[in-house]
Each structure stands twice: as C-alpha cells, then as structure tokens.
C-alpha cells in the first residue's frame, strides 16, 4: 500500500546534538512538508519542497534544515541551534495542483534528555 | 494573512448526540477547505473536503458545507460515537499548486457512552 513513513517514532535528543527525522513516500508526490505541532497551537509549516533539490521557509524554519535528494525523501534536521525542539513532527506530501489533499505520516516525537 | 479560526474544546457528548464544531476563516483568493482528524498518538486523516463555495463535503456521517457568505465551514455529524473521540482539525489551501495547508488550533472531541 501507498502511504508516508516516518521514523523513527519516539526520539530522544542530547543538549547539543543533531538529530535528522525521516519522512519517505511512495505515493508518487511532488510536494513533501514538515510541520511542528504542539499541544493546543494547532500545526506549523516548517519547511516545504515541490520539487527535488529544491525548498522553501516556512513560519518556523529557524534551528531546523532539510534536504530534497530524491523525490520520494524528505528528512528534517532538528539543529542544536533550536532551543525548544520537544515537539510532535508530522511530515506530509501532496501532488502539486489545487485543491489536492495533503497525506500525512504517522509522525514523530521528539523529546530533550 | 491567510488564517483559520475554530472553536475553542474541549467538546464533551454523549453518544448518539448531535455535533458542531464550528470553523471560520479569512483568505484572498479562492480557498480549498478541509477537515482533518488526529486519534491520539497519530498522524492527521483526511476527513473531508470542498473545493468551491457551496460544496458539501461528507464522510462517515460528518459533514461540511463551504460557505463563502460566512466564510465558514462547520463541521456536523447527526450521531456521534464513543470511536468518533479525537481531535478535528480545520485547514485551508489557497489555489497556488504546492502551498502548504494553514490549520486550525484543533478541537478535541471526548464522546461517552
């Protein structure tokens, strides 16, 4: 079956250190996101690409990076320069054109040692 | 900007009562609108969608009329179920190809039998 997975899915990270989430899909999607959720804001835009190599900002992209080498990955990289990073990861793709729905993976929770 | 508004939860029923979630929003341009569900511990389901004003999305028995008027989108279902416990989310899509989603905060919804 089709879908997005994400791993791993808990995550523990060390006061400055890295840590890469990774989000792939066999969907055939252009379009991957991140978003960041936290309880009671809802879901933030972190990070989005529509084609390989290449990404944008989203509303909260400082402390975070990411790559788009292959259309089907998308990994974010939670920096140490984020200084809040324990938060529900949820990694999305869409096909590019209007009013097409976005899929998600079943996310990732990060959490401070 | 671009936002969407939704009522304030937690919303606690019991089973077989009628449900309201209400959801608002403000947008330029011609919005796609959805509504996503979260059960605990997982990522975000499609539940439904519209694409153009007076649109009535419908699913599992929930559904949703896009109404340009009111610029609203109110989620309803006839008859809840203790199983229907979870967390809805608003969200819209502008018609640009590849923009990521703007959510609401989420309404948890706690059914009991």
């Known amino acids: 079956d089709g879908g997005i997975t994400q791993s791993p899915k808990y995550l523990f990270r060390k006061e400055g250190q890295n840590v890469t989430l990774s989000c792939e899909q066999n969907?055939?999607?252009?379009?991957m996101y991140w978003y960041r959720q936290d309880p009671g804001q809802g879901l933030r835009l972190i990070y989005y690409s529509q084609i390989v190599n290449d990404f944008q900002k989203g509303d909260i992209a400082e402390g975070y990076s990411v790559s788009r080498e292959k259309k089907e990955s998308f990994p974010l990289t939670v920096t140490s320069a984020q200084k809040n990073p324990t938060a529900f990861y949820l990694c999305?793709?869409?096909?590019?054109?209007?009013?097409?729905?976005?899929?998600f993976g079943d996310g990732t929770r990060l959490s401070i040692l | 900007g671009d936002s969407v508004t939704q009522m304030e939860g937690p919303v606690t029923l019991s089973e077989e009562a009628f449900l309201t979630i209400n959801c608002t929003y403000t947008a330029t341009g011609y919005p796609s609108l959805f509504w996503y569900v979260q059960y605990p511990g997982e990522g975000l389901q499609l539940l439904l969608k519209?694409?153009?004003?007076?649109d009535k999305g419908s699913n599992k028995g929930f559904e949703a009329t896009y109404r340009k008027e009111t610029t609203s989108f109110h989620l309803e279902k006839g008859s809840v179920q203790v199983s229907d416990s979870a967390v809805y989310f608003c969200?819209?899509?502008?018609?640009?190809?590849?923009?990521?989603?703007?959510f609401g905060k989420g309404t948890t919804l706690s059914v009991s039998s």
């Open positions: 999305a793709s869409t096909l590019l054109g209007s009013n097409q729905p976005q899929h």
């Open positions: 969200a819209l899509s502008v018609t640009q190809a590849g923009t990521a989603l703007i």
């Open positions: 969907l055939n999607h252009d379009a």
């Open positions: 519209a694409t153009k004003a007076d």
